[in-house]
């Protein structure tokens, strides 16, 4: 016998684990984070721009699936929608527990008033998105989704289409040769005095950290899906993000002392994540410091460049610095997160570094009208 649970997070938090078994490579969010992205007391989204639900399934009383039930209101008002979202939907090889957790969603979509429903959205187009559709065999990078192959089927056998086609990378650094990223105009860049260079910096991180958030939203205005993020989301998001990064792996362009572009790396934390099964218990401090001594693995969260300075090869100039970093600190390998099968600039970007593709993704949506 099959039951939901809504807002039960000790089993939404399980389920995965579950579903997928010890040898998945799946990995989930750090459970303290996942709680509080689940907070609508906490976090800002919730708080200002959607509300949201999510169920968990149980089976003979194990938790086999979940998923969430959103609305990102300030999305819909910019694009002119009326979608309802889907996120976290990680379920066993179970039709009837994706079923009705899928029924769950989109009964609580209809009830919003909206017309259709899209997803994995892990919250919103800034974060986690996607269902993985092919390069299973590849071990995602942090801030990466991953699922077995059944969760694209069990989509599809519930009347979901697959669309929005995107790829994830992995880049070989032994095979990287930092001198190929610039050309000749990018490298006059550095004679400039009126450019300067620097990485994020335990003394000056909330100045930067609010210079993130800003570069990051007139960097992406015109990306598809994109919604600004305001100061309180993006600082509720990189909460603690000091604890955790390589202080010399990420890089911050500046134009005559204003900053105007950002490149976030930060190591991979999966592993550590992977062996502390994302909760904190008396062995994580020396799980800590292991992950710490051992990291060889990095991701690329984003980088972003005002509009008013883009063609100029900041870009360039930063992924530059950044690789030249990266090969210097040991690091043997970075990730890039997805990038849409209709960016063919940022895809020429990849192919320049030598990545190679690691996971295939793609959107789900349904119709809400006539089910």
Partial sequence: MLTLKERDFEGFFQAPFHAYGDDSLFVSAFKPDLKRFLDEKKNPLFQNFG????????RKGKPVGRLTAHIHQASNRRYGWNRSYFGYFDCANDPYAARELLGAAEDWGRKQGCDEIWGNFNLTAMQ??????????????????????????????????????????????????????????????FSDPDFSWSTLNKKEFPKQIRDCCSILNDGFDQNPMFVPVSEEEFLFQAKDMMLIIDERLSSIVSYRGEAV??????????????????????????HFLKHRMNRKRAVMIFKSVRRAMHNRGLAATMLYKNTIALKEAGYTSVG???????????????????AKPLNRLHLFNKSLRHA
């Fill in 51 to 58: 509300t949201h639900t999510y169920f968990t399934a149980y």
């Fill in 128 to 189: 986690q998105i996607g269902v993985m559709t092919g390069g299973f065999e590849g071990a995602p990078y942090t801030d990466m989704v991953y699922n077995p192959p059944h969760i694209p089927k069990l989509l599809e056998q519930n009347g979901y289409k697959a669309t929005f086609p995107m790829t994830t990378w992995d880049i070989d650094l032994s095979q990287l040769d930092p001198e190929t990223i610039l050309k000749d105009d990018h490298r006059k860049l």
């Fill in 261 to 286: 572009g950002i490149l976030i790396c930060i190591p991979d934390l999966n592993p550590l994540l992977k062996d502390t099964r994302s909760q904190i218990s008396m062995s994580t401090p020396l």
């Fill in 336 to 354: 890039g997160t997805w990038i849409w099968d209709e960016n063919p600039s940022s895809l020429k970007g990849m192919i320049r570094l030598g």
